[in-house]
């Protein structure tokens, strides 16, 4: 059978075994098979890469692969732009708008806290998500690669840790949103606005001690849960600032 020869760069290696990893390797190629199909029959899905060159040129998820091909495949790389070479990497989207799988849910929290438009729900289907992220051009975080794969999914990452303080500084570093931070500018609880609110109009809403020791509150334009800076807001003021810190370029 027919071969080509691949090799990965950067993180995409993640995606591969270790024998495969940092090296040139032969794989033997479908007919007239797309250079998509033959890399994500290794593994890597193809939201995560960035620029393909085959022989040197770069090439589009519709090359067809032929026999001895010499196959370069990128990830998006933090400190250097490739876009002007690439014909796989879509347009960057103009806000980071997430949509989050349901084992990610304090990772969504996290992001929500940050200032960062973030759906998510513990029943989402795969169906649903791969939907949602097409339809409203958000990126899709997941960590069922699977589901990367998808055809209707542009904007994705797979999410490395298992750790949600380690994820979202992953995911900052990744997509460069570092200055885009605005904390607590959304509701943690459903991702609605918070906007400032008159402690009068809600005072009958409040338990006793809070309405006599705090004076400034925000609700949720959605949900209308009400929030205040009580004993928490200094454990939330702390995640915010190491997660800046540890996400810094």
Same mark, same amino acid.
């Given at each position: 059978?027919?071969? +080509?020869?691949?090799?990965?760069?950067? =993180?995409?290696?993640?995606? %591969?075994?270790?024998?495969?990893?940092?090296?040139?390797?032969?794989?033997?190629?479908?007919?007239?098979?797309?250079?998509?199909?033959? &890399?994500?029959?290794?593994?890597?899905?193809?939201?995560?890469?960035?620029?393909?060159?085959?022989?040197?040129?770069?090439? /589009?998820?519709?090359?067809?692969?032929?026999?001895?091909? #010499? &196959? =370069?495949?990128?990830?998006?790389?933090?400190?250097?732009?490739?876009?002007?070479?690439?014909?796989?990497?879509?347009?960057?989207?103009?806000?980071?708008?997430?949509?989050?799988?349901?084992?990610?849910?304090?990772?969504?929290?996290?992001?929500?806290? %940050?200032?960062?438009?973030?759906?998510?729900?513990?029943?989402?289907?795969?169906?649903?998500?791969?939907?949602?992220? =097409?339809?409203?051009?958000?990126?899709? %975080?997941?960590?069922?690669?699977?589901?990367?794969?998808? /055809?209707?999914?542009?904007?994705?990452?797979?999410?490395? =840790?298992?750790? !949600?303080?380690?994820?979202? &500084?992953?995911?900052?570093?990744?997509?460069?949103?570092?200055?885009?931070? /605005? !904390?607590?500018?959304? #509701?943690?609880?459903?991702?609605? !606005?918070?906007?400032?609110?008159?402690?009068?109009?809600? +005072?009958?809403?409040?338990?006793?001690?809070?309405?006599?020791?705090?004076?400034?509150?925000?609700? #949720?334009?959605? #949900?209308?849960?009400?929030?205040?800076?009580? +004993?928490?807001?200094?454990?939330?003021?702390?995640?915010?600032?190491?997660?800046?810190?540890?996400? +810094?370029?």
């Amino acid at each position: 059978m027919p071969h +080509a020869y691949f090799r990965f760069y950067g =993180s995409l290696n993640d995606f %591969l075994p270790p024998f495969r990893r940092q090296r040139q390797f032969h794989r033997y190629i479908k007919e007239r098979g797309s250079i998509k199909d033959a &890399i994500e029959a290794l593994g890597v899905p193809h939201p995560e890469v960035a620029l393909i060159l085959v022989h040197g040129t770069s090439v /589009s998820f519709d090359y067809l692969v032929q026999p001895y091909d #010499c &196959i =370069s495949v990128y990830p998006q790389f933090t400190h250097l732009d490739i876009t002007a070479l690439s014909r796989v990497q879509p347009p960057p989207l103009a806000q980071g708008r997430f949509v989050l799988d349901v084992h990610l849910g304090k990772l969504a929290t996290y992001l929500r806290l %940050l200032g960062f438009d973030t759906l998510y729900r513990n029943d989402y289907h795969d169906d649903d998500l791969a939907q949602i992220s =097409s339809q409203q051009q958000r990126i899709l %975080l997941t960590q069922d690669r699977g589901l990367l794969k998808r /055809s209707i999914v542009t904007y994705g990452y797979a999410v490395r =840790s298992e750790h !949600p303080d380690i994820q979202i &500084i992953e995911v900052l570093q990744r997509f460069q949103l570092q200055a885009a931070v /605005s !904390p607590l500018q959304r #509701c943690p609880r459903c991702n609605g !606005p918070l906007r400032l609110v008159d402690k009068a109009t809600i +005072a009958d809403q409040l338990p006793y001690y809070t309405r006599l020791y705090y004076d400034e509150f925000a609700q #949720c334009q959605h #949900c209308r849960q009400i929030y205040w800076k009580g +004993a928490h807001y200094r454990r939330i003021q702390a995640l915010i600032e190491r997660v800046q810190t540890a996400s +810094a370029p």
